[in-house]
């Protein structure tokens, strides 16, 4: 490691801390209804959106109807994008004359979308039209954002409240995140992007004559907008295949630094809005510090591994690092700091190619997932999914002094142990049984990149991104087949509604005990014994879940290649 590259990696740490406050207590004001400075323009609007949609904003869900509303939305919001998908040809703003997209491939991207996970099996520039890049993608990646942002803030309320059945209204709390918080920002971030060279135009494609005397077509497009709204809503899906990597989409330095910024400042600003909102940000800070620590342990891992690179090269005298499938205009700390990032947040945007990391290096963003995206994690998910972890952490506890273990004052008893429990099932059968069937395929096989343990990573990371909802890739499996298309769209699905409904259940559960007062019993939550803890729990729990798989793929490829021995 360099000192260069460890100050830029603290440099941007120091950078979303100071931010979650402010962002935090802005966020937790949108969702009490209170006023904020966008009110007087956006309040207007507000009340017209509940009155041309028939919202009474006053009323509140049982957790069962805000769940089926949250569902509703998410099912219809996919037929509208596979419906696009199919019919691009015949709609306008297409001047490249695209085709309709195939049927599984729209699957799996109306799927990807509605999901939050924007997995790519396509080459965006030469699949999707202007129109569909917009109203079916980008618009997408605010109604995602939006669930995930809602779903966390009724969880939250389940803590903040007692002696209720009721967490909100789905259809307010969607409006206020999107009006309030991601457009505004947005709009912001695509300015700031447009002053360092990210493009935004309908134009059609450009055709050069290159030094050589031959013809090459540049992409154009509304690139900003979407790129703004990818990263803020921690989507990831790039305008372009080469994602942040493209110079059109990351130009600059200062470009890649808030890029991640974005990824980070939502999740980041959540786990103080949690505080406020229970009348405590001690509690807030406290699940703030176990996702900066699980991050710093991530860059930790990555950095060095490929700063040493390859022990094979090295022994050739090729030094430098570990050089393939990076962001050479950034260097390898910015590309180790982005591949962190990005899997910790449930993005997926990427600025390096993650199938070209080193064993360990590659294994950090898969480990990351597979924790339940919950160091920082996506937009609301990262908290909910904290949450669940300082469910179990504190019944833990309370097994260990033989105590009915407490939370935020509210008892955790059966139904709120048995609804966490499930959650954290689905993600671990629906990763390992579809990478279990999967590598099992002949079609499967056929579109590996690399055979021997690493064909298994890159098979293995497929499905864990998609049941995650992250989006990455280890691109070296060629996924855009009916067998991939279809499976893989289905892991999306499972893995972002199958683990939000049991959480919604013990929040409403939640909402409607009595506090219970403090005693000299109660295991305190908002110092580092907890964060210790709460940070041991996810650690664990991934271990014991991943590590015999995890063994047989990077881990192994890591020995291997210590011996000589790579995988083409």
Same mark, same amino acid.
């Given at each position: 490691?360099?000192?260069?590259?460890?100050?830029?990696?603290?440099?941007?740490?120091?950078?979303?801390?100071?931010?979650?406050?402010?962002?935090?207590?802005?966020?937790?004001?949108?969702?009490?209804?209170?006023?904020?400075?966008?009110?007087?323009?956006?309040?207007?609007?507000?009340?017209?959106?509940?009155?041309?949609?028939?919202?009474?904003?006053?009323?509140?869900?049982?957790?069962?109807?805000?769940?089926?509303?949250?569902?509703?939305?998410?099912?219809?919001?996919?037929?509208?994008?596979?419906?696009?998908?199919?019919?691009?040809?015949?709609?306008?703003?297409?001047?490249?004359?695209?085709?309709?997209?195939?049927?599984?491939?729209?699957?799996?991207?109306?799927?990807?979308?509605?999901?939050?996970?924007?997995?790519?099996?396509?080459?965006?520039?030469?699949?999707?039209?202007?129109?569909?890049?917009?109203?079916?993608?980008?618009?997408?990646?605010?109604?995602?954002?939006?669930?995930?942002?809602?779903?966390?803030?009724?969880?939250?309320?389940?803590?903040?409240?007692?002696?209720?059945?009721?967490?909100?209204?789905?259809?307010?709390?969607?409006?206020?995140?999107?009006?309030?918080?991601?457009?505004?920002?947005?709009?912001?971030?695509?300015?700031?992007?447009?002053?360092?060279?990210?493009?935004?135009?309908?134009?059609?494609?450009?055709?050069?004559?290159?030094?050589?005397?031959?013809?090459?077509?540049?992409?154009?497009?509304?690139?900003?907008?979407?790129?703004?709204?990818?990263?803020?809503?921690?989507?990831?899906?790039?305008?372009?295949?080469?994602?942040?990597?493209?110079?059109?989409?990351?130009?600059?330095?200062?470009?890649?630094?808030?890029?991640?910024?974005?990824?980070?400042?939502?999740?980041?600003?959540?786990?103080?809005?949690?505080?406020?909102?229970?009348?405590?940000?001690?509690?807030?800070?406290?699940?703030?510090?176990?996702?900066?620590?699980?991050?710093?342990?991530?860059?930790?891992?990555?950095?060095?591994?490929?700063? =040493? &690179?390859?022990? #094979?090269?090295?022994?050739?005298?090729?030094? $430098?690092?570990?050089? /393939?499938? %990076? *962001? @050479?205009?950034?260097?390898?700390?910015?590309?180790?700091?982005?591949?962190?990032?990005?899997?910790?947040?449930?993005?997926?945007?990427?600025?390096?190619?993650?199938?070209?990391?080193?064993?360990?290096?590659?294994?950090?963003?898969?480990?990351?997932?597979?924790?339940?995206?919950?160091?920082?994690?996506?937009?609301?998910?990262?908290?909910?999914?904290?949450?669940?972890?300082?469910?179990?952490?504190?019944?833990? =506890? &309370?097994?260990? #002094?033989?105590?009915?273990?407490?939370?935020? $004052?509210?008892?955790? /008893?059966? %139904? *709120? @142990?048995?609804?966490?429990?499930?959650?954290?099932?689905?993600?671990?059968?629906?990763?390992?049984?579809?990478?279990?069937?999967?590598?099992?395929?002949?079609?499967?096989?056929?579109?590996?990149?690399?055979?021997?343990?690493?064909?298994?990573?890159?098979?293995?990371?497929?499905?864990?991104?998609?049941?995650?909802?992250?989006?990455?890739?280890?691109?070296?499996?060629?996924?855009?087949?009916?067998?991939?298309?279809?499976?893989?769209?289905?892991?999306?699905?499972?893995?972002?509604?199958?683990?939000?409904?049991?959480?919604?259940?013990?929040?409403?559960?939640?909402?409607?005990?009595?506090?219970?007062?403090?005693?000299?019993?109660?295991?305190?939550?908002?110092?580092?014994?907890?964060?210790?803890?709460?940070?041991?729990?996810?650690?664990?729990?991934?271990?014991?879940?991943?590590?015999?798989?995890?063994?047989?793929?990077?881990?192994?490829?890591?020995?291997?290649?210590?011996?000589?021995?790579?995988?083409?």
């Amino acid at each position: 490691m360099t000192a260069n590259g460890v100050f830029q990696i603290l440099l941007f740490t120091a950078v979303v801390l100071a931010l979650a406050k402010p962002m935090g207590a802005f966020m937790a004001k949108v969702f009490a209804g209170e006023r904020t400075w966008l009110h007087r323009v956006l309040r207007p609007v507000e009340t017209a959106i509940y009155k041309l949609c028939g919202i009474d904003e006053a009323a509140e869900q049982h957790w069962t109807r805000y769940a089926g509303s949250l569902l509703m939305f998410s099912a219809v919001s996919l037929l509208f994008t596979y419906l696009i998908l199919r019919l691009q040809q015949w709609f306008p703003l297409n001047p490249q004359g695209l085709g309709n997209v195939a049927a599984d491939l729209g699957w799996n991207t109306a799927a990807s979308f509605t999901t939050n996970t924007n997995w790519q099996a396509y080459t965006p520039e030469t699949t999707m039209s202007y129109l569909t890049q917009m109203t079916a993608l980008a618009t997408h990646n605010f109604f995602s954002a939006a669930v995930g942002m809602a779903a966390a803030i009724a969880v939250v309320r389940g803590f903040a409240r007692h002696s209720t059945k009721t967490l909100g209204n789905f259809w307010v709390d969607f409006t206020r995140s999107t009006l309030y918080v991601l457009l505004p920002l947005s709009i912001l971030a695509a300015l700031l992007l447009c002053s360092q060279g990210v493009i935004q135009n309908l134009d059609p494609y450009t055709k050069v004559t290159t030094l050589e005397g031959t013809v090459q077509t540049i992409p154009q497009g509304p690139v900003a907008s979407q790129e703004a709204i990818k990263l803020l809503g921690t989507n990831g899906g790039g305008f372009f295949n080469a994602n942040s990597a493209h110079p059109y989409e990351n130009p600059t330095p200062l470009a890649n630094f808030l890029q991640m910024v974005l990824i980070f400042l939502i999740p980041a600003g959540l786990t103080y809005t949690f505080g406020k909102t229970v009348r405590d940000t001690r509690q807030g800070w406290a699940i703030l510090a176990a996702m900066t620590i699980l991050f710093l342990a991530g860059v930790c891992v990555v950095y060095p591994a490929e700063q =040493a &690179g390859n022990p #094979v090269l090295t022994r050739l005298g090729v030094a $430098g690092g570990n050089m /393939e499938g %990076k *962001e @050479v205009r950034f260097g390898i700390a910015n590309s180790a700091l982005f591949t962190v990032v990005t899997t910790d947040a449930s993005c997926g945007a990427v600025n390096n190619a993650h199938d070209s990391l080193t064993p360990l290096g590659g294994l950090v963003p898969m480990v990351n997932i597979e924790l339940g995206e919950v160091v920082f994690g996506g937009v609301g998910s990262g908290l909910y999914g904290m949450l669940l972890f300082a469910i179990l952490a504190v019944f833990i =506890a &309370g097994l260990m #002094v033989g105590r009915t273990p407490e939370y935020l $004052g509210k008892k955790i /008893e059966q %139904k *709120e @142990v048995k609804m966490v429990m499930l959650a954290v099932l689905v993600l671990a059968v629906c990763i390992l049984g579809f990478s279990a069937v999967g590598i099992g395929q002949a079609t499967v096989a056929g579109s590996l990149g690399n055979h021997g343990p690493h064909g298994l990573s890159e098979v293995l990371y497929a499905y864990t991104s998609g049941v995650g909802n992250n989006g990455s890739a280890f691109a070296g499996l060629s996924a855009n087949t009916m067998y991939l298309n279809t499976t893989l769209g289905f892991a999306m699905l499972f893995g972002r509604f199958l683990m939000l409904i049991p959480l919604l259940a013990a929040a409403g559960s939640l909402a409607q005990k009595k506090l219970v007062p403090v005693s000299a019993g109660t295991f305190p939550t908002h110092g580092p014994m907890f964060v210790v803890l709460l940070v041991g729990v996810v650690v664990i729990v991934g271990a014991l879940t991943f590590f015999p798989a995890l063994s047989l793929g990077p881990i192994v490829e890591h020995f291997l290649m210590h011996q000589g021995r790579l995988w083409s």
